[in-house]
């Protein structure tokens, strides 16, 4: 059984910075792209950051400067750096990643998101 889990969330002001992380677990032979996305309340889940297994990312325009995703491949986890944080940075944020399971069909996985709020 894979799992994804998001941890790292919480209550900051603005300018602050938060670095959440999404653990996998479970028989995984390997994970490819890896990303973060975040829901506001009353809007559509956004792509916020990805990251390939070779490192290499790529960010959404309302990011770039700020975030900073990473992965460590021993340790099935990615990780997100977020500095320089503003209220409309308000989310849940979800990790997700394309998992090839030791036994089954690969597919992507879902964590079950982290709640970030800036706020004063």
């Known amino acids: 059984q894979v799992q994804l889990v998001e941890s790292g969330g919480g209550l900051v002001q603005p300018g602050g910075s938060l670095r959440l992380s999404c653990a996998a677990s479970?028989?995984?032979?390997?994970?490819?792209?890896m990303n973060w996305y975040r829901q506001a309340p009353g809007k559509e889940r956004e792509l916020v950051a990805t990251?390939?297994?070779?490192?290499?990312?790529d960010y959404a325009d309302s990011v770039k400067g700020r975030y900073t995703i990473s992965r460590d491949n021993a340790k099935n986890t990615e990780y997100l750096q977020m500095n320089s944080l503003k209220p409309e940075d308000t989310a849940v944020y979800y990790c997700?990643?394309?998992?090839?399971?030791?036994?089954?069909?690969?597919?992507?996985?879902w964590g079950q998101g982290t709640q970030v709020t800036v706020s004063s």
């Open positions: 990251i390939t297994y070779g490192g290499s990312t």
């Open positions: 997700n990643g394309y998992v090839r399971p030791r036994y089954g069909v690969a597919r992507i996985y």
């Open positions: 479970g028989s995984i032979l390997s994970i490819h792209n």
